[in-house]
């Protein structure tokens, strides 16, 4: 089958594993309780893979199987061809990766990062982002409940973080001039992004600008709901932009403003608000920026009218 083919049956088929994961959590992963910080994030990212695994062998229609990696790559997941010799070093027999990341809604702040840089990501690659919450499911019990799925090209993810990272005074390591000075034929560094203060990003960007003698590296680098954030009004023109040429983008940009009201709120200034709910036929008199907000939200297709202030 077509590499894109594939591709865009998985994709289809996400949110049918993400409701089969919830249908096992309420069966299995019952518990009293049910805390943040509680490690089941990874559980439900491994519990996808099995269970689109599960999904392709029933329907049979494809040739492939979702793959865990065996070793420490950004990528969680494979998808290869069926039973036939995989070779992760050269990526023989696959079609693409999926790299997995779960977020809580009720965390502060996400830890999930994607900080998997251009050069490492191929054109299906993959960003699947599941966002979850610890629900009731009896009196007593609760259980790890996915709410909302992304799954999309990470190259379109890539483009829109990095542009925002140089927006917000970032910038990217060239091998004709690193800051380890190495030679342009044998550095590894190109494309390691550095802070606005210069410090590397990953602990594979170069020696020269780690934080300090104790911090390597200050790891901020592509948090999913960080990197959208935007505290200058270039970054906001930059976000703005890039969601009206770039689909992925705005399909994340969407994503994120669902699941985490305080941002979609930010972005936006009053008069905006305003705006919108004129449009949408919201009498506004006297509402503070958060009740009016809170009222444009409770609208079907509210996002398609605040697009419409880019
Ligand atoms: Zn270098």
């Known amino acids: 089958m077509e590499n894109n083919e594939v591709y865009e ?153 990095d542009s925002l990272h140089v927006a917000r005074g970032g910038s990217f390591v060239s091998s004709d001039a690193c800051p380890d000075n190495c030679s342009p034929l044998t550095c590894t560094h190109d494309g390691e992004p550095l802070n606005a203060a210069g410090k590397r990003e990953r602990v594979t960007g170069p020696e020269m600008t780690r934080v300090s003698q104790s911090v390597s590296f200050a790891a901020n680098f592509g948090g999913l709901v960080r990197m959208i954030k935007t505290d200058n009004e270039n970054a906001r023109t930059v976000l703005r932009e890039i969601r009206k040429t770039n689909e992925v983008a705005d399909h994340y940009i969407s994503f994120i403003h669902k699941n985490f009201p305080d941002e979609e709120r930010n972005q936006y200034t009053i008069s905006e608000l305003k705006a919108v709910s004129e449009a949408l036929g919201i009498d506004c008199v006297g509402l503070s920026k958060a009740e009016m907000y809170k009222r444009i939200r409770s609208c079907e297709s509210y996002q398609e009218f605040l697009k419409r202030l880019l």
């Open 9 to 161: 049956e998985i994709r289809q088929k996400s949110s049918q594993a993400c409701e089969r994961m919830n249908v096992f959590s309420k069966a299995i992963l019952r518990t009293r309780g049910g805390r943040v910080g509680s490690g089941m994030g990874a559980l439900l990212e491994a519990l996808w893979g099995y269970m689109m695994n599960q999904l392709i062998l029933e329907e049979n229609k494809l040739d492939c199987e979702i793959a865990w990696f065996p070793d420490n790559q950004y990528n969680d997941f494979s998808c290869i061809r069926r039973d036939v010799e995989w070779n992760p070093t050269t990526r023989e027999s696959e079609y693409f990766r999926i790299e997995v990341k779960s977020m809580n809604v009720g965390a502060d702040e996400s830890k999930a990062h994607f900080s998997a840089i251009k050069k490492e990501i191929e054109e299906n690659d993959s960003l699947l982002i599941l966002v979850w919450k610890w629900m009731k499911t009896d009196n007593t019990h609760y259980s790890p409940i996915v709410i909302d799925s992304f799954f999309d090209r990470a190259k379109g993810v890539a483009e829109l973080r």
